[in-house]
């Protein structure tokens, strides 16, 4: 579990093949789910989705890499804190190191903001990894966020629905 940047807000991620970076995730949290995750490229994003409208193709063509989430029914086979009713939360962010992280770890990364519930998001400085040290496993910093959190259109169908703007 590694706490990052991105063009949004900071984060904390996990590798989604590392049960034990998903457990420390969740512990973190403290809850268990849904969480988001962020994708290498737009073509690894979609390949997430059970159905690929094309409502879904054009808002992730138009969006990413970007600061919007887009929340699309998912094919199985991820940690059930991943999924919501059978949905994804997925962003392709618009910092490449972002980016680089979830291909660093396969294509794919499972991310929340980095706070603790209910509390305020948290730079990746030093600080919070000396308090948080037995959660990460370390941190990168380097990225100007723009503490504002993505938005979040839901596609159903052929159609959107705005979350979060």
């Given at each position: 579990?590694?706490?990052?940047?991105?063009?949004?807000?900071?984060?904390?991620?996990?590798?989604?093949?590392?049960?034990?970076?998903?457990?420390?995730?969740?512990?973190?949290?403290?809850?268990?789910?849904?969480?988001?995750?962020?994708?290498?490229?737009?073509s690894r994003a979609l390949s997430l989705a059970r159905y690929r409208s094309p409502a879904l193709r054009r808002l992730a063509r138009s969006s990413w890499p970007g600061p919007v989430t887009l929340v699309f029914a998912g094919k199985p086979g991820l940690?059930?804190?991943?999924?919501?009713?059978?949905?994804?939360?997925?962003?392709?962010?618009?910092?490449?190191?972002?980016?680089?992280?979830?291909?660093?770890?396969?294509?794919?990364?499972?991310?929340s903001s980095l706070n603790r519930r209910g509390g305020e998001s948290q730079q990746p400085d030093f600080r919070l990894q000396m308090r948080a040290h037995r959660h990460l496993?370390?941190?990168?910093?380097?990225?100007?966020?723009?503490?504002?959190?993505?938005s979040v259109l839901r596609i159903w169908r052929n159609s959107s629905t705005i979350i979060r703007q």
């Open positions: 579990m590694i706490a990052h940047a991105t063009a949004t807000l900071p984060g904390v991620a996990a590798a989604p093949q590392s049960p034990e970076a998903v457990r420390r995730l969740i512990h973190f949290k403290q809850r268990s789910g849904p969480f988001l995750l962020l994708a290498d490229s737009a940690p059930p804190c991943c999924y919501f009713r059978g949905k994804l939360a997925v962003r392709v962010d618009a910092a490449p190191q972002a980016r680089q992280l979830a291909a660093a770890c396969g294509g794919l990364l499972i991310s496993h370390g941190r990168l910093i380097g990225v100007d966020a723009s503490g504002k959190p993505s």
